[in-house]
């Protein structure tokens, strides 16, 4: 139902908005081979153009994205919270049109969310900058520590949007862009 409210804004914006997540299942983020086979039944079984498939964005789950991005599947990656991950699944999923490209197939329709946290990492590392502090005496340390509270997971965010420049704003994905690609949206979750 909710992939047919918004049905009319996905195709009025010609597939740039309007999408809907449906999750699969966190218990398989560690099974390469079940994730796929869930992401396969849950978007036949919507089967709706608007649908974005959730998977975990884990090791197992790279190639669980990659293979449901080249099989025509839009993907919403989850639980992203490093740079060199995040890095990753923007890789599998320009690979995946790439080859979908190479074998004639359509990529104006391929949509992808990479899901990056910021307030998490923040939650937990403010806590170890707590444990810090209670330890440390010397004034100029403590201020240091003081002044990162809040700011770890905006700098790890900064970092990762610039790799979003660098990987879609590139040559290897502008090529793809002349074949109607559209570049995989990141999500501050």
């Known amino acids: 139902m909710a992939c047919d409210h918004l049905r009319a804004t996905y195709d009025a914006t010609n597939a740039h908005d309007g999408y809907v997540s449906i999750e699969v299942s966190p218990k398989l983020a560690r099974d390469t081979q079940a994730s796929i086979e869930e992401a396969r039944r ?12 959730k998977i975990p964005g884990t090791k197992e789950g790279l190639p669980a994205i990659s293979q449901a991005l080249y099989e025509g599947i839009n993907i919403n990656i989850t639980l992203l919270f490093s ?25 104006d329709r391929i949509a992808s969310v990479a899901s990056f946290f910021v307030s998490r990492i923040d939650t937990l590392i403010d806590k170890l900058l707590d444990g810090k502090l ?23 965010a900064k970092n ?30």
């Open 83 to 107: 740079v060199e991950r995040y890095v990753e699944v923007a890789e599998a999923y320009i690979a995946a049109l790439e080859k979908r490209s190479r074998e004639g197939k359509p990529i």
């Open 134 to 156: 209670a330890k440390e005496i010397v004034p100029e340390k403590r201020s240091v520590l003081e002044n990162l509270h809040g700011k770890i997971a905006i700098a790890n």
């Open 160 to 189: 990762a949007y610039q790799e979003f420049k660098r990987l879609f704003l590139g040559p290897r994905f502008t090529a793809l862009t002349t074949k109607g690609a559209m570049a995989q949206r990141v999500l501050w979750a």
């Open 42 to 53: 849950l978007w036949k079984s919507v089967n709706r153009p608007n649908l974005l498939v």
